[in-house]
């Protein structure tokens, strides 16, 4: 029961980006309805302990208005930006 380091650092990811996402959003002049991002964090044996490997995070947006080039332009903005 509870919550473990990993599920907390694939929660700050996904919350990071999707703060920074909104920003970025907001500076291209587009407001989102919703975001929602999801976080799945990868997990591998490492000698005696493990590894995160990867953290995938799969977004669902509703942005009125937003074409793809706009969206890709601020979410690999986002990516850069987000320190997690």
Request: net charge negative; proline share 5%; charged share 25%.
């Amino acid at each position: 029961p509870g919550t473990n380091p990993e599920e907390l650092i694939g929660a700050a990811h996904a919350g990071c980006f999707t703060m920074a996402l909104s920003l970025q959003l907001e500076l291209a002049g587009l407001k989102a309805e919703s975001l929602e991002t999801k976080s799945t964090v990868t997990l591998d044996k490492d000698g005696e302990g493990f590894t995160i490997t990867a953290c995938q995070l799969d977004l669902k947006a509703k942005i009125p208005g937003a074409d793809k080039a706009a969206f890709d332009k601020a979410a690999q903005a986002a990516k850069e930006g987000c320190p997690v």
